[in-house]
């Protein structure tokens, strides 16, 4: 799971990313709800749609089209790219 590499601070970076960026009905509750409480508070069926649903959102492609790399969702470049272009 890609939630489970990332740094507390980049899980809540991206875990608010995704909610501004509007993960509304059961998905962006159960966001909020590991935001507040942690992924531990979740039941299987809530773990079941973070997995499906908000996990794979938490990283995008690099905004540079010849880079392959992904990022924390919310930013533009990767952290190679951001060096040159950032």
Do not use: W
Not at 23 to 39: F, N
Not at 64 to 76: D, E, F, K, V
């Amino acid at each position: 799971m890609i939630y489970e590499t990332l740094t507390e601070e980049d899980q809540e970076e991206a875990l608010k990313e995704l909610i501004e960026a509007g993960l509304d009905g059961a998905a962006g509750g159960i966001a909020k709800l590991v935001l507040a409480e942690g992924l531990d508070s979740l039941t299987k069926k809530q773990l079941s749609v973070f997995k499906n649903h908000v996990d794979p959102s938490l990283m995008e492609g690099c905004y540079n089209q010849q880079c392959s790399n992904q990022t924390l969702a919310g930013r533009q470049y990767c952290d190679s790219c951001a060096i040159r272009f950032g």
